[in-house]
């Protein structure tokens, strides 16, 4: 194959809902409002975890860098995709592409570890209740942060320089929504049974293994939940424990199935509504399942509201 093919290629177009031109406008309203709401709730809880004093604990701590990745999560797919809804040109840079793969890749990577990280703060705060503010130290909660970035920094770097490396001489039109690893393999006029290979191992130690930590820790809790004699401490468990499996389920479920299959078996609109899943949706649920249901934060929020008639 002739390398020089490969820099032939100086943009690609974004197809993401072409197909159907009369609902572009509403699909902007729609996914603009989305968007809207995702970002005001993850900034205000961020604003909420940082000044409230009766939310100063780990788990509070982890919630407020799960809302900031969030917002990095939205702003690396949501405009680009908003512009493209009403330009006639959906037009992204090749390098514009690998630096939105890169960041999704990023913070999807992170996003995996930060999940199993707080699935390891709750496995501490019901089952080793007495020892909880020793092992989720400051500085514990800290290094786990750093450590699910480091995790998603290298796989997106990986990923990233694996697809780009490869050659492109045919259609540049991705028949997506962004710069997903699917649709851009697809574009490649090379055989990908190498790269498919490299990107299936590093997708499974990504999402099977922050999984597993998941799912081992939850395990405990609930054996830990069941042998509790309080039902009103089994309720408040098993309520913090669902919200998070809820979250859990819609992005890892997700992730394996879009990633976790051959190449032959991708299609076009199935993967763009399963993207919509854990690219979109997902983020708007997020503050929902997670903190306005929560009494810590309720009680916070009308705290602040009550300070503000007072004012």
């Known amino acids: 194959m002739d390398r020089r093919n490969h820099t032939a290629i100086k943009e690609f177009i974004l197809v993401g809902f072409s197909e159907v031109p009369e609902l572009q406008h509403l699909l902007f309203v729609v996914f603009l409002c989305i968007f809207t709401m995702s970002l005001s709730a993850h900034m205000f809880l961020i604003l909420l975890y940082r000044f409230s004093p009766n939310l100063q604990t780990p788990m509070y701590f982890f919630l407020a860098n799960f809302s900031f990745l969030e917002i990095c999560y939205i702003l690396t797919i949501g405009p680009n995709m908003l512009g493209n809804l009403l330009s006639e040109h959906k037009i992204i840079s090749f390098y514009g592409c690998a630096l939105q793969m890169y960041l999704f890749l990023l913070f999807a ?3 995996c570890y930060m999940l199993a990280s707080m699935a390891y703060d709750r496995y ?10 020793i ?11 750093c450590g699910s970035w480091i995790i998603g920094m290298m796989v997106a770097i990986i990923q990233t320089m694996l697809m780009f490396s490869l ?5 540049h039109a991705i028949n997506h929504f962004f710069c997903d690893i699917p649709p851009i393999m697809a574009l ?3 055989d990908t049974q190498v790269h498919e290979v490299v990107t ?3 997708t499974l130690s990504v999402i099977v293994g922050s999984f597993v930590l998941t799912v081992i820790s939850y395990s405990i809790i609930i ?5 509790r004699h309080s039902a009103s401490g089994r309720k408040k468990a098993f309520s913090t424990c669902t919200s998070h499996l809820i979250v859990v389920t ?3 479920g997700s992730g394996s199935v879009m990633y976790l299959r051959p190449k032959s078996s991708y299609g076009t609109a199935e993967d763009k509504f399963i993207s919509l899943m854990y690219a979109i949706i997902a983020p708007l649920l997020n503050p929902f399942i997670y903190s306005f249901r929560n009494n810590d934060v309720i009680y916070a929020v009308r705290r602040i509201v009550h300070n503000i008639k007072l004012a």
Do not use: D, R, W
Not at 135 to 145: D, R
Not at 167 to 171: D, E, K, Y
Not at 223 to 227: F, M, P, Y
């Open 250 to 252: 819609i992005f890892y």
């Open 188 to 190: 490649a006029c090379a």
């Open 109 to 111: 990577g992170s996003e």
């Open 135 to 145: 092992l989720m130290h400051k500085a514990t909660c800290v290094q786990l942060i």
């Open 124 to 133: 501490n705060a019901i089952c080793h209740p007495l020892l909880y503010s």
């Open 167 to 171: 050659p492109f001489c045919g259609s």
């Open 200 to 202: 299936f191992i590093i």
């Open 223 to 227: 054996l830990t939940i069941v042998k």
